[in-house]
């Protein structure tokens, strides 16, 4: 069993920066892919990161693609994504969530543990 723990939202202003930490427990971490999603209010949860077992292969979804970029520390056993010029319409709670795979999975279907998420809030 993999738990996920998040931190580092919180409130912040248009253009300000944020970087979210997904805590891992377990020894597999540094063999499975990781990714960040997002759900706002009313939506649907969405894809916003993903990296594969090794931090050497990244995607984004198109609207953070050059603002956003995750990255991990398998000794930490930590995924990371680092939010620059933040805009109103990021606000969301933001989780991390797992997969039993090496590879890269853009789809929430296909990651097989969550977090709890942490809240960001941009206000404009």
């Known amino acids: 069993q993999v738990q996920l723990v998040e931190s580092g939202g919180g409130l912040v202003q248009a253009g300000d920066s944020l970087r979210l930490s997904c805590a891992a427990s377990?020894?597999?971490?540094?063999?499975?892919?990781m990714g960040w999603f997002r759900q706002a209010p009313g939506k649907e949860r969405e894809f916003v990161a993903t990296?594969?077992?090794?931090?050497?292969?990244?995607s984004y979804a198109d609207s953070v693609k050059g603002r956003f970029t995750i990255s991990r520390d398998n000794a930490k056993n930590t995924v990371y994504l680092q939010m620059n010029s933040l805009k109103p319409e990021d606000t969301g709670v933001y989780s991390c969530?797992?997969?039993?795979?090496?590879?890269?999975?853009?789809?929430?279907?296909?990651?097989?543990?969550w977090g709890q998420g942490t809240q960001v809030t941009v206000s404009s």
């Open positions: 969530a797992g997969r039993r795979y090496s590879t890269m999975w853009v789809g929430p279907g296909g990651y097989d543990y």
């Open positions: 377990g020894r597999t971490f540094s063999s499975r892919a």
């Open positions: 990296i594969n077992w090794s931090g050497g292969s990244t």
